[in-house]
């Protein structure tokens, strides 16, 4: 199982960004992707989620974020808009067999790619 987040930059306030993580060795359509972030010097947490029963967006990122699959490419992308200071940080992709999405504790998640840093700045 592999996992490559890919995207991340440096933003201005308002501006977005579209993040993608590649997935290898399993199948997206049967098991769910999931992004988390971490700020610095806080935990992290979880942004969105995506799987054939639902999709998941923390209340925050609500329609500022879209979460998609693209199962020819085999990408979860997350389009950000709107993006703001307070989303600046490492974002992370991630998938498990058995957590479903919605479940926001990362350390439910098994298999995780390497992050990509957002940063919003002006």
């Known amino acids: 199982v592999q996992l490559q987040a890919s995207g991340g930059g440096l933003v201005q306030p308002g501006g977005s960004l579209m993040l993608s993580c590649k997935v290898s060795?399993?199948?997206?359509?049967?098991?769910?992707v999931a992004w988390f972030r971490q700020a610095a010097g806080k935990e992290r947490e979880g942004v969105s989620c995506?799987?054939?029963?639902?999709?998941y967006y923390k209340d925050s990122v609500q329609g500022r974020f879209t979460i998609s699959r693209d199962f020819a490419k085999n990408t979860v992308n997350l389009q950000m808009n709107s993006l703001k200071p307070e989303d600046t940080a490492v974002y992370y992709c991630?998938?498990?067999?058995?957590?479903?999405?919605?479940?926001?504790?990362?350390?439910?998640?098994?298999?995780w790619g390497l992050g990509t840093q957002v940063t919003v700045s002006s």
């Open positions: 991630a998938t498990d067999f058995e957590v479903p999405c919605g479940n926001t504790n990362s350390y439910s998640w098994d298999y």
């Open positions: 060795g399993f199948s997206m359509y049967h098991y769910p």
């Open positions: 995506i799987s054939n029963r639902n999709t």
